[in-house]
């Protein structure tokens, strides 16, 4: 099976292409342009790097969020245009699992964690077995750091991954003391080589059936929604 996996979900974009679980090619690019200037010609030469057609794709892949809404939605569009004119299956994949499947051979709890501003993070925790997708251990929620290190178990090692470590990781280290690892940041970026190896894992979907993974609405529905309620309750 050969599979292109893409991911804009962060600030960092990447693409990777692998064929029979091997990586054929895997580039990243966190050089302060929109994803949407970047994306594109990162498909094409991963495309021309590797010497395939998008015709000879199997699996078309996206991380389909938690993440930036602007950045989820580029990265699920270009997928979803790609598997609709190719006429192939895609499959949405979840930020922190992809996450955490880029910690193979951890023994303890992965905790991918994401910045999502206004004092909350997207966050998960996962084990991980070989062969296999990560065990699940805590469904992605948005909710305060304190919040989501109380329910982490408190007698096993905690590694922290994602961008919620640099914007947060000095207030893990106070709360979970020498338990918590942190990943540094050319660790704990998320990869598309991994979302390459989680994809033939999930169940496959048509491309108009793609869509994006979000845990709570966008920042401009909010803010429309609570001048309603504030012009109701006037």
Do not use: W
């Not at 091997?22 to 790097?49: D, F, R």
């Not at 998008?54 to 993440?67: F, N, T, W």
């Not at 979840?94 to 951890?106: I, M, R, S, T």
């Not at 929620?141 to 919040?147: E, G, S, T």
């Amino acid at each position: 099976m050969i599979v292109l996996a893409v991911d804009s979900s962060g600030p960092v974009a990447s693409t990777a292409v692998s064929q029979s679980g091997k990586i054929l090619y895997e580039s990243s690019a966190a050089v302060g342009l929109t994803h949407s200037q970047t994306l594109q010609p990162m498909i094409e030469n991963a495309m021309a790097a590797t010497g395939l057609s998008p015709r000879s794709l199997d699996l078309l892949a996206c991380v389909a969020g938690p993440g930036s809404f602007t950045g989820v939605r580029i990265g699920v569009c270009a997928v979803k245009a790609m598997a609709q004119a190719l006429d192939k299956p895609c499959v949405a994949l979840d930020a922190l699992e992809v996450l955490a499947a880029g910690q193979f051979g951890f023994e303890g709890v992965i905790c991918p964690m994401l910045d999502a501003r206004r004092g909350q993070v997207y966050a998960a925790a996962f084990r991980f077995s070989q062969g296999e997708a990560p065990q699940r251990l805590m469904e992605d929620q948005a909710l305060a750091l304190d919040d989501y290190l109380a329910q982490l178990p408190k007698d096993e090692r905690l590694l922290f991954v994602g961008d919620g470590v640099t914007a947060l990781g000095g207030q893990v280290r106070a709360a979970a003391g020498e338990r918590a690892l942190l990943c540094p940041d050319y660790r704990g970026q998320l990869r598309a080589g991994a979302a390459c190896y989680l994809a033939p894992l999930k169940p496959a979907t048509r491309a108009m059936e793609l869509s994006p993974i979000y845990l709570r609405k966008p920042q401009a529905q909010r803010e429309r929604e609570a001048r309603l309620g504030g012009a109701g309750r006037g």
